[in-house]
């Protein structure tokens, strides 16, 4: 509380009483934890798609014009997965960087999270990253590079068959390898390499933050974790990203991990509400915010808003979307384009006359229309899966899962 005679010489001087003095101020507890924040945006996946990016901070008034921080003491957080299936995501990353320091200088903060898609570029998993992504890399000396590495290879290939090596069609092999190992593929695994410049970008975020009372990370927590602290999930995700072939099987590629988690998405509400409560109470926090799993336009709240669904499908890939999540006096609203801004809702009823109110100003969203049509058109709650019609196998990972997601694990 400011000092009552602070105020009253303040106002002797004539001066006007600064919001910051009567207001809480945003502090930082912790690398995991932030308190008396006022505004935070959250965006969900990215995917290489630089316009959708910054049209989205754009209409959350967080960058001008030219791409620079606006947002003030806003704290921005994007829940990961910046790379694969977009040719933008070098771009980005230099943005995100850029936008860090720009955003401190406002005593603002952007806050990048660790998705499985970052992880996947660390650890080598490409099967989603786009030839404009291998492109962002290439130089004049990557064909030469190139050249050489397929020198290499084929010497390689004849080490292992001298017999068969005659016969191979080696115009239909190169074409193979430079698909595989195309221009700029090799300064590309170098930068998102563990000490590289993106991939160490990324073993600086957390993978799940706190902001006054929500937790926001990519995938989801689920009650298979929840008892090791913030800082805890970090460091065995970061541990098993630097050294990953050592660590395997680990949390980082766990489907009930941080990074892959979609329970809290797609299982049944009233089945798991119980855990939802528990990893709440546990983090001593009101909501989650999760990306993953897309939702093809829409903000979707779930388990009564303790979970809040904010992968919109941002990326062209998924029908570039456009939307995101604003907390602010206690309230969290949903932004869509036009300026559309929609408080999100409780229970499944409210729910409905929301999604009405989304599809309202997107009316060609067939995926909106199905999700309608589907929750209308639902009675109760699911029938019970029959236990018996699994095999032995199933029934005993069925039962394995069930220990994992239990909310006892939580307390």
């Known amino acids: 509380m400011v000092n009552s005679s602070l105020i009253r010489l303040v106002l002797a ?3 006007v009483l600064l919001p910051s003095l009567v207001s809480a101020q945003a502090r930082e507890v912790d690398d995991f934890y932030w308190t008396g924040v006022e505004r935070v945006i959250a965006i969900g996946d990215i995917h290489g798609d ?3 990016y910054m049209r989205t901070l754009r209409a959350a008034g967080l960058v001008d014009e030219k791409g620079r921080w606006a947002g003030g003491e806003t704290h921005l957080v994007q829940t990961g997965d910046v790379p694969d299936r977009g040719p933008d995501t070098r771009r980005i990353m230099d943005h995100l960087e850029a936008l860090k320091k720009q955003a401190r200088k406002q005593d603002g903060r952007v806050h990048t999270l660790i998705g499985n898609h970052d992880a996947m570029m660390i650890y080598g998993d490409l099967r989603y990253v786009t030839p404009g992504e291998f492109e962002a890399f290439a130089t004049s000396s990557s064909e ?17 068959d001298p017999d068969g090596f005659d016969a191979l069609n080696l115009e239909e092999l190169r074409e193979a390898f430079n698909q595989k190992y195309p221009l700029g593929w090799p300064k590309h695994r ?27 990370l990519h995938g989801g927590l689920s009650a298979k974790y929840c008892e090791m602290e913030l800082e805890d999930i970090t460091d065995t995700i970061h541990t098993e990203l630097r050294d990953y072939e050592r660590y395997l099987p680990g949390m980082v590629e766990d489907e009930f991990g941080p990074l892959w988690y979609r329970g809290l998405a797609q299982d049944d509400e009233a089945e798991r509400m119980a855990m939802v409560d528990a990893i709440l109470e546990r983090y001593g926090a009101q909501r989650m915010v999760v990306g993953h799993s897309p939702t093809q336009g829409i903000v979707w709240p779930r388990f009564n808003g303790k979970v809040v669904l904010n992968d919109v499908g941002m990326a062209s890939y ?16 949903a932004h869509y ?7 999100l809702p409780v229970g499944d009823d409210a729910r409905i006359a929301y999604l009405e109110q989304v599809i309202a100003q ?7 229309q199905a999700r309608l049509r589907t929750m209308r058109s639902m009675e109760g709650a699911p029938p019970p899966l029959d236990i018996m019609s699994l095999s032995d196998e199933e029934q005993a990972e069925l039962a394995q899962q069930e220990l994992w997601l239990s909310p006892d694990n939580c307390r």
């Open 13 to 15: 001087a004539g001066l």
């Open 50 to 52: 630089y316009g959708q």
């Open 144 to 160: 030469r590079i190139q050249n050489d590495q397929w020198k290499e290879y084929l010497k390689a290939v004849k080490r292992q």
């Open 190 to 216: 170098a930068a998102w390499s563990p000490r590289g410049e993106y991939g160490s970008q990324v073993l600086e975020n957390p993978v799940v933050l706190k902001i006054n009372d929500t937790l926001f």
């Open 318 to 333: 998924y029908g570039g979307h456009m939307g995101f999540l604003e907390l602010r006096d206690g309230e969290a609203i």
């Open 337 to 343: 384009p036009d300026d559309v801004s929609i408080p």
């Open 362 to 368: 997107d009316p060609e969203n067939g995926y909106l």
